[in-house]
């Protein structure tokens, strides 16, 4: 029986023993399942001066166009020019059949030299019976008949001279002239096509392309900002000029063209459906790369702001009403939030006006692990240079046996 009693209290210690060595290994497990804080790429704001632009859409457009259409009817007897060549103001471009419109101008000249003989009688009669009412050889009555008659042959001859000239200027106009110089498009007609005064078609199309234009649409708030500034620069001594002009073309790659441009006039009508205003700037286009009709980007430069910060893109965080924020990581190294006011995006930056403080340490990288008062380490993506490592596990390579 005391043996019973011994083996029984050697289970007792024997279970007591092995709880004890459970709950130390579930504190050591415990211990070792706490997870590090969470490492994020942060930037430190500093504010700066920073340039203000404006992106706008536009379209290219000639700086002068000119559409050919015929003045009179007629046989297209010639094309005197070369499809997508240069054309010079006053150049002939096409000829129409002259062949009725010389005859109508040689019957008008005949009408005329008629009228000019009817009115010589006339004025030898009315001559003639001013020297004989005197002596009443002649009654009042036939003197002024005779005077009538003069002064008719006189209207006469004045209708007959307008009949010439409109005939002599529809004659010219058989020769189909460029009112500008410029680049001359495709014809819409060859020798032997009928045309008719005034048609609605054109013959062909004229435009000068240097300079050229490009109208861009701006919002009628953006515009009014920029004439503000524009005359606080005057009111403080500048020139008070329209900005230049920066032009970006898909067709290039969207690198921006060589050539700079500048403001020439803003429309006075605000659309009311969007807001929008157009404006015009001007370009010089010496290798006529911009086409009529291109649609291209416009950069427009629209101030500064002093004291403004660049904070880059992925750092900041729309709220479900739409406003913006920042993760920062406080001195004592946890992370909190800071709504902040957006001003533009320039590149991959937004500009900050409002809502950080210089030295402001930025989350960019990691911002999906934070969360409000946790703390976090951090890495200075400024100062961490930039390479690039080998895949984690990836077997070096050894140069082949061929390499030599």
Same mark, same amino acid.
């Given at each position: 029986? $005391?043996?019973?009693?011994?083996?029984? $209290?050697?289970?007792?210690?024997?279970?007591?023993?092995?709880?004890?060595?459970?709950?130390?290994?579930?504190?050591?497990?415990?211990?070792?399942?706490?997870?590090?804080? =969470?490492?994020?790429?942060?930037?430190?704001?500093?504010?700066?001066?920073?340039?203000?632009?404006?992106?706008? =859409?536009?379209?290219?457009?000639? $700086?002068?166009?000119?559409?050919?259409?015929?003045? !009179?009817?007629?046989?297209?007897?010639?094309?005197?020019?070369?499809?997508?060549?240069?054309?010079?103001?006053?150049?002939?471009?096409?000829?129409?059949?002259?062949?009725?419109?010389?005859?109508?101008?040689?019957?008008?000249?005949?009408?005329? %030299?008629?009228?000019?003989?009817?009115?010589?009688?006339?004025?030898?009669?009315?001559?003639?019976?001013?020297?004989?009412?005197?002596?009443?050889?002649? *009654?009042?009555?036939?003197?002024?008949?005779?005077?009538?008659?003069?002064?008719?042959?006189?209207?006469?001859?004045?209708?007959?001279?307008?009949?010439?000239?409109?005939?002599?200027?529809?004659?010219?106009?058989?020769?189909? $002239?460029?009112?500008? /110089?410029?680049?001359?498009?495709? *014809?819409?007609?060859?020798?032997?096509?009928?045309?008719?005064?005034?048609?609605?078609?054109?013959?062909?199309?004229?435009?000068?392309?240097?300079?050229?234009?490009?109208?861009?649409?701006?919002?009628?708030?953006?515009?009014?900002?920029?004439?503000?500034?524009?005359?606080?620069?005057?009111?403080?001594?500048? /020139?008070?000029?329209? =900005?230049?002009?920066?032009?970006?073309?898909?067709?290039?790659?969207?690198?921006?063209?060589?050539?700079?441009?500048?403001?020439?006039?803003?429309?006075?009508?605000?659309?009311?459906?969007?807001?929008?205003?157009?404006?015009?700037? %001007?370009?010089?286009?010496?290798?006529?790369?911009?086409?009529?009709?291109?649609?291209?980007?416009?950069?427009?430069?629209?101030?500064?702001?002093?004291?403004?910060?660049?904070?880059?893109?992925?750092?900041?965080?729309?709220?479900?009403?739409?406003?913006?924020?920042?993760?920062?990581?406080?001195?004592?190294?946890?992370?909190?939030?800071?709504?902040? /006011?957006?001003?533009?995006?320039?590149?991959?930056?937004?500009? !900050?006006?409002?809502?950080?403080?210089?030295?402001?340490?930025?989350?960019?990288?990691?911002?999906?692990?934070?969360?409000?008062?946790?703390?976090?380490?951090?890495?200075?993506?400024?100062?961490?240079?930039?390479? /690039?490592?080998?895949?984690?596990?990836?077997?070096?390579?050894?140069?082949?046996?061929?390499?030599?």
């Amino acid at each position: 029986m $005391f043996r019973h009693k011994s083996n029984i $209290f050697m289970a007792l210690a024997l279970v007591v023993a092995l709880s004890g060595c459970d709950d130390t290994k579930a504190e050591t497990a415990g211990a070792a399942a706490a997870p590090p804080p =969470p490492e994020v790429g942060i930037v430190v704001l500093q504010p700066q001066t920073i340039g203000l632009t404006a992106e706008l =859409p536009g379209r290219v457009n000639a $700086f002068k166009a000119a559409e050919i259409r015929p003045q !009179v009817s007629g046989i297209i007897l010639e094309r005197n020019f070369e499809e997508g060549g240069l054309v010079q103001q006053g150049q002939q471009l096409y000829q129409i059949d002259p062949a009725l419109y010389r005859a109508a101008f040689n019957t008008a000249q005949a009408q005329l %030299q008629s009228a000019e003989a009817s009115l010589r009688s006339a004025n030898l009669l009315a001559q003639r019976y001013k020297g004989l009412i005197s002596s009443r050889a002649v *009654s009042q009555q036939e003197y002024d008949n005779a005077v009538a008659a003069r002064d008719q042959a006189a209207a006469a001859v004045a209708s007959a001279k307008a009949a010439v000239e409109t005939a002599q200027i529809n004659l010219n106009y058989t020769k189909v $002239f460029s009112p500008i /110089t410029g680049r001359i498009g495709k *014809s819409s007609v060859t020798p032997g096509a009928l045309v008719t005064a005034n048609q609605a078609t054109p013959l062909a199309l004229v435009q000068q392309l240097d300079p050229i234009y490009v109208d861009l649409t701006q919002s009628s708030t953006d515009l009014l900002r920029l004439r503000q500034r524009m005359a606080a620069d005057k009111a403080a001594g500048g /020139t008070g000029a329209a =900005p230049s002009v920066e032009l970006l073309v898909e067709a290039l790659g969207q690198q921006p063209y060589p050539q700079k441009g500048e403001l020439q006039f803003a429309d006075v009508t605000v659309d009311p459906a969007t807001g929008n205003v157009q404006i015009r700037a %001007q370009f010089p286009n010496p290798d006529e790369q911009l086409l009529p009709g291109l649609f291209v980007r416009a950069r427009l430069q629209q101030g500064s702001l002093e004291n403004a910060f660049l904070v880059p893109q992925q750092a900041v965080v729309r709220n479900p009403d739409g406003s913006a924020m920042l993760w920062v990581v406080t001195p004592e190294g946890k992370a909190q939030t800071k709504p902040v /006011t957006l001003a533009q995006a320039l590149a991959d930056k937004w500009v !900050v006006t409002a809502g950080v403080a210089a030295g402001d340490r930025a989350i960019v990288e990691g911002v999906i692990k934070v969360q409000p008062g946790a703390t976090v380490r951090t890495v200075d993506l400024a100062a961490t240079p930039a390479t /690039t490592a080998p895949a984690a596990g990836a077997a070096p390579q050894t140069p082949s046996k061929d390499a030599n």
